[in-house]
């Protein structure tokens, strides 16, 4: 049991780590023109932007930090989930 927990925990904290660089590379790809049309600059937009349309507000002038604030949000769900499994495992006693 305490296995199949800890790799859940595993497991969602690389899903999130993954997503991170997701968002790090998409956001890399502005730098290049046309870098949005490729496979790749498709593929990350259909994955980032939905979760990085809600953070949109975080403009100053022509500068978003959408990005920088979807990154910072899944980095407090993920110390969020670091700190559950150490609730879980307190309950269970271990």
């Known amino acids: 049991m305490v296995a199949f927990v800890t790799f859940v925990f595993w497991l969602l904290s690389q899903a999130i780590g993954l997503y991170i660089m997701a968002i790090v590379v998409y956001a890399l790809l502005s730098w290049f023109p046309g870098a949005y049309q490729t496979k790749l600059g498709q593929f990350l937009g259909a994955i980032v932007e939905p979760f990085q349309r ?21 980095s407090i769900v993920r ?12 309950l269970m006693g271990m």
Not at 54 to 74: D, Q, R
Not at 79 to 90: H, T, V, W
């Open 54 to 74: 809600w953070f949109n507000f975080a403009t100053i002038g022509m500068i978003g930090f959408a990005p920088l604030v979807a990154i910072v949000v899944l």
């Open 79 to 90: 110390g969020g989930l670091a700190y559950l499994e150490q609730i879980i495992f307190r």
